[in-house]
């Protein structure tokens, strides 16, 4: 198994989701996030108790970002040959075979990143035969 060059640990300044204002008082107003942007509004007006806002200040940093718990950077595979561009790279990042691609195409792509040693993240999706069951 191929182990990622530096393996470092990403922090997270906020953990909890951002919700809506009032989404808890209104059937009509669903949880996910948008600005408010009303005359009067308490939120926008950053009164104090109302729930924190996102902001560029919560942003992660520019060397941890998208870096996977592995300790690899995402790359999305959609062919063997894709698999080619990974060879210099396989100590930064890691292949993740797309939705899209068949069973029969997977299969191809899972030997192939065997032999070229590079790590993938769903390795194992949509391989099992008519054998197994």
Known sequence: MVQPLV???GVKKFHRKFKKYQHDR???VKESWRHPRGIDGRQRRKFKGIGPQPNVG????KKTRHIL???FLK???NNVSDLEMLLMHNRKYCAE????????KRKVIVER???LNIALTNGKA????QEDE
């Not at 919560?58 to 940093?61: H, L």
């Not at 949509?126 to 035969?129: A, D, E, I």
């Open 69 to 71: 718990p592995s300790g």
């Open 26 to 28: 209104k059937i009509a």
């Open 97 to 104: 075979i797309a939705h899209n691609v068949s069973s029969q």
């Open 58 to 61: 919560y942003g992660s940093n």
């Open 7 to 9: 393996k470092t640990k």
């Open 113 to 115: 990143a065997a032999q």
């Open 75 to 77: 790359f999305v595979v």
């Open 126 to 129: 949509r391989l099992r035969s």
